[in-house]
Antibody, heavy 122, light 108 residues
Framework: QVQLQESGPGLVKPSETLSLTCTISGGSVSSGSYYWSWIRQPPGKGLEWIGYTSYSGRANYNPSLKSRVTISVDTSKNQFSLKVTSVTAADTAVYYC??????????????WGQGTMVTVSS | SYVLTQPPSVSVAPGQTARMTCGGDNIGSKSVHWYQEKPGQAPVLVVYDDSDRPSGIPERFSGSNSGNTATLTISRVEAGDEADYYCQVWDSSSDPRVFGGGTKLTVL
């Protein structure tokens, strides 16, 4: 079955760039039936959608984060990635990658990675 | 931007029925998805498109959506159902995905 796995540094310094990668196994990022999203959850708070990429690299972002976020896809590695620039303590969160069904219509996030904790601290 | 409102907490005794609401402007015109999140675990989809269940989710989980309120209902609640539950929609006006603030279900 399809599985997602996040990877990247668990500690990032303020003002630097947070970079995470999601590796897909048991399926292909090149499937046109899905978008690939990043979602985060600050400690003790709710879920926040960050943005998505399609297999072709078409992306869309949460307006509240749009100026600092880039999501990209690497079909050769079956991965997609997240970059958040100029991080502050408010970006400390568990970061999840997730698959969203988009055919025949925009659907739910049906598969999630296990999540990775990222702390912003000097 | 579109806002989803969930009560912070719901409590229910084992064997009873838990109902959790998700409020939004004309939410009945949107497809609502529900996720269960247990401590230290990734969210799991329990209801999608208002009332459909993924394979492996017990029939005790059901959903409805009309007007300005969507509802997740858990029948014959078990201790293992204790978790946070989030509703989520796609805001077609500008394409973002929106989550509610979550409801903590406590099984007494």
């Amino acid at each position: 079955q399809v599985q997602l796995q996040e990877s990247g540094p668990g500690l990032v310094k303020p003002s630097e760039t947070l970079s995470l990668t999601c590796t897909i196994s048991g399926g292909s990022v090149s499937s046109g039936s899905y978008y690939w999203s990043w979602i985060r959850q600050p400690p003790g708070k709710g879920l926040e959608w960050i943005g998505y990429t399609s297999y072709s690299g078409r992306a869309n972002y949460n307006p509240s984060l749009k100026s600092r976020v880039t999501i990209s896809v690497d079909t050769s590695k079956n991965q997609f990635s997240l970059k958040v620039t100029s991080v502050t303590a408010a970006d400390t969160a568990v970061y999840y990658c997730a698959r969203e069904s988009v055919l025949p219509a925009i659907g739910p996030f049906d598969i999630w990675g296990q999540g990775t904790m990222v702390t912003v601290s000097s | 931007s579109y806002v989803l409102t969930q009560p912070p907490s719901v409590s229910v005794a084992p064997g009873q029925t838990a109902r959790m609401t998700c409020g939004g402007d004309n939410i009945g015109s949107k497809s609502v998805h529900w996720y269960q999140e247990k401590p230290g675990q990734a969210p799991v989809l329990v209801v999608y498109d208002d009332s459909d269940r993924p394979s492996g989710i017990p029939e005790r989980f059901s959903g409805s959506n009309s007007g300005n309120t969507a509802t997740l209902t858990i029948s014959r609640v078990e201790a293992g159902d204790e978790a946070d539950y989030y509703c989520q929609v796609w805001d077609s006006s500008s394409d973002p995905r929106v989550f509610g603030g979550g409801t903590k279900l406590t099984v007494l």
